[in-house]
């Protein structure tokens, strides 16, 4: 008898199955109102026009669209991303060798964790932290270095800190990349501010430190001005940028990217080859065309109207039911998430099965650390119920917390 | 500056860039006859039922279809597996928690790594390798056992004599499993027959080892009877079943699948939802819809006919210009590969360049050595060229050998 237990590898042993996916598990009936998953409402997904494009590809295209490809993705993909880079984040200078399509941006994660994390290596990432990004590091083993989220993102005196320590110690070649998600954090909503984020690459450029930005939400934005990229900072230098699909057109698309660095990309795209030796070509060419059409950010425009008013909705619903002295929560500009911070007296792992039962869910905060402590925290996400639900919602929570 | 170099992890260190990659890069220009790639003929791909169920998916399922899915798959693809894998494979009791749906088979191999193999690890590959396997293995650093390939499979007593030495050095334990690739070798072409079959798995459960059996070209049989599976003889014993739509629908749909023990399935699922959360949901539910209709093995009979021809007319060509004493080459009852070994003066990495040349490309068989060996073999592909370009193919490498 083969005892699978017995043979499994190291790796595979320092993996964690994401509580996200066992809490929602049985709070997916429809009768929950679900403030748990960061998954985009499908109403705003543009299905008639893919629709209409996959047929097209398919009949016009097989020849690309059904055969094998590139590892490195679609020229026409990337035609794509490098115009709207340009257009939308005034990135330029980007060539099909800075850039690699990904199955989403959870394998650019991992990629980028398999090609730099050893069990001996530092990644300095923020706490709370994007639960899919501490899953792909987790696996290559490295010591894991956090520094706090503020209103503004990460604490940069702590930054400063680690790096000194680490350099005195010699060791600051152990630290691989500081990750970050500058823009409208899952799970803590806030957006890092154009000082902090020169400060930071400031840090990293003294320090040679790879910055890993990760942007998948930066297009929904709802308030305030639009802030350089940080791969716009540094001029491309020093910084590997993650982007997506999955918020503006749709997740189970799966289509991501990373640009960087030649050599970077280039290792990247040697592990890709490994791991599945290619994107699927059918979706890379159909979301090629779709984008093509240049009406993305037209439709996206609607969607973005629909979250900013549920954003809103549900602050308003927080303020008037969650009266509780030191209860606070983050104001997004945009993204998915609100982070609401109760006084520490709160677990909300516990409150949470008492949520269930009165019929809605959110993400405990204890989640986000990787340390899993007893946390005070919630994620809620305000993307996928209706107004009248989000703030029925929330009274009940609000209700919860007071008794 | 960060210089990438000094950064690289361990596991990215040790992956190749594909030689068959490099080989076929400057030989994809269409006045060259290619005998290289594996990939199918992209006229056998259904395209316009795929097109129309496409668009039919995406207009109704898009809930489902655009979504994010669970990383172990759309429940209805698996419904169709399972339905196949019985009416095809006779293989019975097969539920949910024993498949995971991966992009391509080539993810299967990478999980498959990611989940058993350390760096003191052995595993057992057949020599010559499927290149796609090595380089799934190869990252997690684990030492290689090479098996000889003869015309029915494995060399039984080889594998026979590793098991028992290993177990004498104390070291079976390490050694995570035994990785074939049954029917229609890729490259060799060979198929292992009943007998090994069974053989194999005797030794496999005596010493505790699990078999990994890769069955990408299964379908693609032109001549003799179909073997049982692996899995089928062990009754599901021990033995991990890979496949894959690549060969008999489209490889670029990348739509593979893990079968077998739930705690290994289950394992090899939490790696993939670090890896890249789920496979796409559209093409999921694509290949599940086509699946449903119950066409493709009637589809599938004119691709295999048209193959078997090509087959026979590399069979004749090779007959009638490769007459050099002490050459031969496999026979295969299917798949997309024969293989050709020449006396062992010939170097067919330097015949290669000569052989381009004149205008045929062929993959060398030192790609297919762990060890990167002087070969005398070549890797034919018969699936691409129309007839008479391979019979014109084969006649310029015979030329070239008599050279």
Redesign the interface.
Known sequence: ????????????KR????II?ELLKDSTNTSIISFG?G??D?ET?D??A???L???V??EE????????A?EGDSLLKDQFIRILKERHEIEGLDYDNMLI???S??AL?LMG?????ED?YAMVSHPIYL?AA??F???GPKFITIDLEDDGLNINQVEDALKKLDEKGEI?KL?FIYTVPNFHNPAGVTMSLEKRKALLKLAHKY???VLEDDPYGELRYEGEKIPDIYKLANG??VVLLNTM?KIM?????IGMIAG?K??VA?AA??K???????????QRLVARYLEKGTIFDKMAKAVEIYRRKKNVMLDALDKYVKVDGAKWTKPEGGLFIWVTLPEKYDTMKLFEKAKKVGVSYIPGSAFYIDDRVSSNMRLSFCLPPENQIDEGIRRIGKLIRS
Chains 1, 2 share one sequence.
């Open positions: 008898m083969v005892e699978a237990e017995k043979i499994f590898s190291k790796i595979s993996m964690k199955s994401s996916r998953g998954a985009p499908p997904f299905r008639k893919l629709a209409k996959s047929q097209k398919l009949l097989y020849r690309i669209a059904l055969q094998y490809g590892t990904t199955v989403g959870q394998q991992d398999k090609i730099f994390l050893d290596s899919g899953s792909a987790r696996a290559y070649s691989k040679d430190v790879l230098e020093g999955s749709s997740p189970g698309i799966r660095d050599k970077i290792k040697l592990a080859q490994g791991a599945d030796l290619c994107t699927p070509t059918f979706t």
